[in-house]
């Protein structure tokens, strides 16, 4: 970091020859000083470039405007005021609290000048790293010799093979060095909370707005397991989203608690909507306690927030309402509802402490943050045996984690911190709301067909949109709760032709697995795929570009489908897995041959009874797999299942949520879960290429789909 810009004064002799000693300096000194024409190309300089680390200019010509100006930008930027003899100093700079440092022109005086904006360098980028980081980086600057783990010594084992340096070269220096074993005792202990890294944990809490929050570097898998085994004992019962991740199941499988299932609702487009009011009363939770063999009263509740499709929750309600004593927010997909206030009283974290309850909230730091993979971070308000929880933390947790991955979480924090942190959450949103208003733009002046958005009309405000009961029906739910589910605007959702918000089935349709095709091809990635929705997720990493570049995708789709291009040009890709079947096929025909097939399974039907009934839950997944591990399970058929007991989940993605629980029955009452199944095997058999990904089941040679299931005795 050694960018300054100067903002010269122009044309003053007196003025101009101390600045231009100073640049030759600071030259020498390694810096880099760029000169901006005006205060509003500085302004935006410094917003496209972090790496500006000081702004040089003159008091007189621009003073405490353009101070404010910066710190709105960033708080911490030191600023260097050249000033006079006869200049006037304002005394509320020194209210401000900004980092500025006033020089006079004077010639000869650059060494000692240059010397002391080094220093206020360093102490910048002192104030900006959080604890962790710095401590890592300031040991491998120090460059020890070490004689522990791991095994490469800072990298320089790789070096001494030809494939090793060929790796080493790929992930340079630093990240190898970096790369240290727990034996460095400068840097405390992740397991243990100590020394810097239990600082880090401090910042991160307080960045939060957590009481405590854990580093966990085995992503949120690890934390939601690491929350369930401490917070539910053996033989108790807990309260889980239907609509959860698979890490939960597993946590289910591990250990021996019973579960009841919160149902969440979901519209006609296949999109989840989350649980309604009703499930979170003590009158249903009663019942379904009542229902279940050896259940009692719940101890701890899982909720995912916010849903895959971005819906998040008024979560004082729940904490208020759901009466048990422990309630874990599933929050891996939102990391940044702490940094911009449309998502205020939507998160764990928000709000008071609860009396009586203890809150959790994980997320993963990678998902939607700037952190490595497996960055995730548990958030907790209230009580808890902090000996006991670490015990659960330690037994999920290596005993050499990857500091890497630690300061990654601590540095995605430090990034949210103070008016920089804000304005990237302000700019993604800004971002998202642009791109939806393109959309509904280029949906009014195209001819013909085009992409639709799944949002209410006007939007013109940042905000989080209230899936709201009544007159409204944008969103597709029908006795939708009020005030309890609001849209995040940076999950966007794209309609495509073919199917309406209340499951009405157009005569023509178009996939959205055909648009995802095409956009694959093309680079982009859509983060999931309904039967006739995409999701994009407008992260803090989606430049103006990138938004560009799916829009452009988009117009290009639609081009190219209207031509009614051969497969073999529009979707190279797709031909590819068979030509025969695609030689002649054009676009159209494909698109309807699919839209068609959905259309006689009555898709829209089907996905809604196939999430509405529970298959019947026979013994706990943890019974389930308890069978599993001694080999008392064999394979059928998926067809075959009616009557028999699931060995592993069956979770086909998309959704991406688990259909089928390890332990559970499909029976007659829940008939449409198999049929739903069937009909996703159905489409892959008739259009390569098209095959649905089932977790749980084995694709035979044959395109057969088999799932284990438990022996019968
Ligand atoms: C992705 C995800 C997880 C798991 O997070 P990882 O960091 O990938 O381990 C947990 N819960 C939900 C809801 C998720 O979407």
């Known amino acids: ?419 920089p942190g804000r304005r990237l959450i302000t700019r993604s949103v800004e971002r998202a709301l642009h791109f939806r208003r393109e959309i509904q733009r280029l949906r009014e002046e195209t001819d013909g067909w085009f992409f639709d958005i799944w949002q209410p009309d006007g939007i013109d405000e940042p905000a989080c949109w209230p899936i709201q009961p009544g007159e409204e029906d944008w969103h597709g739910f029908r006795d939708a709760d009020a005030d309890h589910m609001y849209l995040d605007p940076i999950k966007v959702t794209i309609l495509t032709p073919g199917m309406s918000e209340l499951g009405e089935m157009a005569e023509e349709g178009i996939p959205a697995a055909l648009v995802a095709k095409f956009l694959d091809e093309r680079g982009i990635v859509v983060e999931k795929t309904g039967p006739y929705n995409l999701l994009f997720l407008f992260s803090i990493g989606i430049d103006k570009t990138k938004a560009m570049g799916l829009l452009r995708g988009l117009c290009d789709f639609k081009r190219a489908y209207d031509l009614n291009l051969r497969v073999k040009n529009m979707l190279p890709d797709l031909y590819a897995e068979d030509p025969d079947f695609y030689r002649n096929m054009r676009i159209q025909t494909l698109a309807q041959g699919i839209h068609t097939l959905i259309q006689q399974h009555d898709l829209p039907r089907l996905m809604q009874q196939a999430f509405a009934v529970l298959p019947e839950m026979h013994m706990t997944p943890h019974q389930a797999f308890q069978h599993q591990v001694k080999g008392e399970v064999e394979t059928v058929a998926i067809s075959e299942l009616v009557g028999r007991v699931a060995a592993t989940m069956l979770l086909p993605y998309p959704p991406g949520v688990p259909l089928v629980m390890p332990g559970e029955m499909i029976t007659e009452a829940s008939r449409p879960v198999l049929d739903f199944l069937l009909m996703l095997c159905r489409i892959g058999e008739h259009y390569p290429g098209f095959e649905t990904d089932i977790h749980g089941a084995q694709r035979t040679e044959d395109g057969q789909y088999r799932v284990r299931v438990l022996r019968c005795e």
């Open 1 to 419: 970091m050694n960018i300054i810009a100067v903002m010269g004064p122009q044309g003053v002799f007196y003025k101009d020859e101390p600045i231009r000693e100073l640049d030759k300096t600071l030259n020498q000194q390694g810096f880099q000083l760029i000169y901006p024409q005006s205060a509003n190309d500085l302004i935006k300089l410094i917003e496209h470039n972090p790496r500006i680390c000081g702004v040089i200019f003159d008091w007189d010509e621009y003073g405490l405007d353009l101070c404010a100006e910066i710190n709105q930008l960033n708080e911490h930027l030191p600023l260097y005021p050249f000033i006079n003899t006869h200049s006037t100093m304002d005394v509320s700079i020194n209210e401000m609290r900004m980092a500025i440092w006033f020089f006079e022109y004077s010639l000869g005086a650059a060494e000692e000048i240059a010397q002391r904006i080094r220093h206020y360098t360093d102490e910048y980028i002192d104030t900006i790293l959080p604890p962790l980081t710095r401590a890592l980086f300031t040991y491998v600057r120090e460059g020890k010799y070490t004689f522990c783990t791991p095994g490469h010594m800072a990298g320089t084992a790789f070096q001494k093979s030809p494939v090793g340096s060929l790796f080493y070269d790929f992930f340079g220096a630093n990240t190898l060095k970096a790369d240290i074993s727990i034996s460095v005792t400068e840097l405390g202990s992740l397991l243990d909370h100590t020394g810097p890294h239990l600082e880090a944990e401090e910042y991160v809490a307080r960045t939060f707005g957590a009481e405590q929050s854990y580093m966990v570097t085995n992503g949120t898998s690890t934390s939601n397991k690491i929350v369930g085994i401490y917070a539910a004992p053996a033989g108790s019962t807990v309260l889980i989203d239907r609509n959860c991740h698979k890490s939960l199941t597993h946590l289910l499988m591990m250990s021996d608690i019973i579960p009841i299932w919160l149902k969440p609702t979901r519209n006609p487009l296949g999109i989840l909507g989350g649980i309604p009011k009703r499930e979170f009363t003590r009158e249903s939770i009663a019942l379904k306690v009542a229902d279940t063999p050896r259940a009692s009263w719940p101890v701890h509740a899982v909720i995912t927030n916010s849903t895959y499709d971005g819906l998040l929750y008024n979560t004082e309600y729940i904490k208020q309402t759901l009466d048990v004593p422990s309630i874990h927010f599933d929050s891996a997909w939102v990391p940044y509802t702490r940094f911009h206030p449309i998502y205020e009283g939507k998160s764990g974290m928000s709000g008071e402490r609860v009396a009586g309850k203890t809150i959790y909230e994980t997320q993963s730091t990678h998902k939607l943050l700037a952190a490595f993979s497996q960055a995730s971070l548990i958030h907790i308000k209230g009580d808890y045996d902090e000996q006991a929880f670490n015990e659960a933390y330690m037994m999920h947790t290596s005993t050499s984690p990857n500091y890497a991955i630690v300061a990654s979480i601590e540095t995605a924090a430090a990034m949210l911190r103070g008016n």
